[in-house]
C-alpha cells in the first residue's frame, strides 16, 4: 500500500508548541489578574468564529468587545494592545517549548519538508521568546491578519500559498478538533491532533499523539514523507 505524500507540515502556537497551563503559572500573578478581560476576549473572539474574511478584524473585535463590557471603542482597542500585543507576550521568556518539539522540527527540514505556523493570535515575539524563531518557517499566519479565525480555512490556504504547496500536501498539527482539526480538513489539508483523553476518540484528524517525543513513529506510519527539494526522510 503506497501512503499518501507530505511534502509541508503546518503548525498550531498556542497549546502545541508548548504547554498552556505551563505558560499561565509562569504568569502567575499578572494573567490572573487579567482573567476577566481574557475571559470577555474569547467570548467575544468565539462569537467571530466562523466569520470572515473581514478587513479590519481588530477593528471589529474592539467593536465587539466595546459593546460586551460597555466602554468605548478606544478603551477596548487599548485594552486588546495591552493584553494581546504586551502583557501576554512577555511571559513567554519564562516559557520553553513542549520537550521533543525542536528535534521533530528540525528532522522534518533536515527531511526537506516545507515548515509553517497557523496561530489566531500574533506569533512574534512570542516565537523569538520560545526561542524557535531560527526554524525555517516557510510561513507564519496570523488569522487577524487574513481576518478570520480558525476553522475558516483563510490562514491555512494563505499558509499553503506561501509554502508553494498544494493544501492536500500539507499535515496540519494542533491541539484543538474544532479549530485546527475542523480548519485543516475544511482547508483539504490533513491533520494531526495532540491530546490526549475522551476527546480524542471522535476526532477527524489523521492520527493523535499524546507528546512530540512519540510524533515521528506515528507520522511515519501514516504518511510518506517526501522533501520539496527531491530527497526523502
Ligand atoms: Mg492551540
Redesign the pocket.
Known amino acids: 500500500m503506497t501512503l499518501p505524500c507530505i511534502r509541508g507540515v503546518t503548525l498550531?502556537?498556542?497549546?502545541?508548541l508548548y504547554d498552556f497551563r505551563t505558560m499561565m503559572r509562569a504568569g502567575f500573578p499578572g494573567l490572573l489578574f487579567l482573567r476577566r478581560d481574557f475571559f470577555d476576549l474569547f467570548r467575544v473572539r468565539d462569537g467571530m468564529r466562523g466569520l470572515g474574511p473581514l478587513s479590519d478584524f481588530r477593528a471589529e473585535q474592539a467593536r465587539r468587545l466595546s459593546e460586551l463590557r460597555g466602554i468605548s471603542l478606544g478603551e477596548a482597542q487599548a485594552l486588546v494592545e495591552d493584553m494581546v500585543d504586551r502583557r501576554w507576550p512577555r511571559v513567554f521568556a519564562r516559557v520553553k517549548p513542549f520537550r521533543g518539539l525542536r528535534h521533530v522540527l528540525e528532522e522534518l527540514a533536515r527531511a526537506g519538508l516545507r515548515l509553517g505556523l497557523v496561530s489566531e493570535y500574533p506569533i512574534e515575539p512570542k516565537l523569538s521568546l520560545l526561542r524557535l524563531a531560527d526554524l525555517p518557517f516557510a510561513a507564519k499566519v496570523c488569522c487577524e491578519e487574513v481576518g478570520a479565525l480558525k476553522p475558516h480555512p483563510a490562514a491555512f490556504r494563505a499558509a499553503a500559498e506561501r509554502m508553494e504547496l498544494p493544501t492536500g500536501e500539507i499535515l496540519h498539527v494542533?491541539?484543538?478538533e474544532d479549530?485546527?482539526v475542523a480548519g485543516a480538513r475544511c482547508a483539504g489539508m490533513r491533520a494531526a491532533l495532540l491530546g490526549s483523553g475522551r476527546h480524542i476518540l471522535s476526532t477527524r484528524a489523521d492520527f493523535t499523539f499524546s507528546d512530540w517525543d512519540s510524533f515521528s513513529p506515528i507520522f511515519r506510519m501514516h504518511f510518506q514523507a517526501t522533501g520539496v527539494a527531491g530527497h526523502e526522510s
Open positions: 498550531d502556537v498556542d497549546g502545541t494542533g491541539d484543538r479549530s485546527d
